[in-house]
């Protein structure tokens, strides 16, 4: 399957808040994203995507890599790349909400849970 590594940018001021991964559309997943913040939850990402529509704007979302991902150790480097495009992206000066830096779990072949974080 592929997987697309992409950003969310408010297009307020053109800042990239978001790095994500998806085996969606990318506009699936920006429909979900905009779903997403019926869900009673709180989170920064929910807060900007809906001072963006609140001004009837919709995020952008774009394309960063896409990785051909066929065994457990191509998701583990799937995961590996949007951490680094997180970390990059915040090198730049870009201010990336996603919680704590945390990107999803990923079950190794032995079992174990490796969980990466933004630095």
Not at 21 to 40: C, M, N, Q, V, W
Not at 68 to 93: A, P
Request: proline share 3%; aromatic share 8%.
């Amino acid at each position: 399957m592929k997987v697309t590594i992409y950003t969310l940018e408010n297009p307020i001021d053109n800042s990239i808040f978001y790095v994500g991964r998806t085996i969606l559309p990318l506009k699936s997943r920006l429909k979900a994203h905009i779903k997403e913040i019926y869900d009673g939850a709180k989170s920064i990402k929910r807060d900007i995507i809906t001072n963006i529509l609140d001004k009837k704007l919709t995020p952008i979302i774009e394309e960063l890599e896409i990785i051909e991902c066929k065994s457990v150790s191509d998701d583990i480097y799937c995961n590996k790349i949007e951490l680094y495009w997180m970390n990059q992206l915040k090198s730049w000066g870009f201010n990336i909400c996603n919680v704590n830096g945390n990107i999803r779990p990923t079950n190794t072949n032995n079992g174990l849970i490796k969980k990466y974080k933004l630095k």
